[in-house]
């Protein structure tokens, strides 16, 4: 019979001969996990570097947007400004459309005590011309007067 040590020599061949290539398949599978690994470390570098990218992006980006919140919020200040001092312009617009038409109205009396004073003004020179010829008549009437005296006188001194 063989000696416990050999015994044991060889357990140990048959299972270093069995354990052998389970170990290689084992070391190789372990490679492949650690060259995924490797991958997926890679990837997660990538990652990280987009992210850090990302964010220093979004805070340019919010950066932006706060500018053009204050900006906006200074048009929209100004747009209010602009509100109010339109509706006091329309305000003022509506007293000018009054008083214009107070002065239309004006105007329109005005026009009609023109047009009856232009009528009256015509009578009356129709009148003066009337009355210059009656005057014309009057003179042409006195000379003639005048003139048949004189003729009487002449006459009578005949």
């Known amino acids: 019979m063989m000696e416990a040590s050999e015994l044991l020599q060889n357990l140990r061949l048959i299972v ?10 084992m070391e ?24 850090q990218a990302l964010r220093a992006g979004l805070a340019r980006l919010e950066a932006r947007l706060d500018r053009v919140e204050s900006r906006l919020g200074n048009v929209e200040s100004r747009l209010s400004n602009v509100e109010s001092r339109l509706e006091s312009v329309e305000s ?4 000018v459309e009054s008083e214009l038409q107070l002065i239309k ?6 026009e009609a005590r023109v047009s009856a004073i ?6 009356v020179e129709g009148k003066v011309d009337q009355l210059a010829s ?7 009437k006195q000379e003639i007067a005048m003139h048949k005296a004189r003729i009487a006188k002449l006459e009578a001194r005949r």
């Open 118 to 123: 232009e009528t009256r003004l015509a009578d």
């Open 16 to 25: 270093r001969d069995e354990m052998t290539p389970f170990m290689e398949r």
């Open 92 to 95: 003022r617009l509506g007293c």
């Open 28 to 51: 190789a599978g372990f490679d492949r996990v650690n060259s995924l690994f490797d991958g997926v470390y890679v990837r997660l570098d990538r990652l990280e570097t987009e992210y």
């Open 105 to 110: 109205v004006a105007l329109a009396r005005l």
């Open 134 to 140: 009656q005057s014309e008549i009057i003179e042409l």
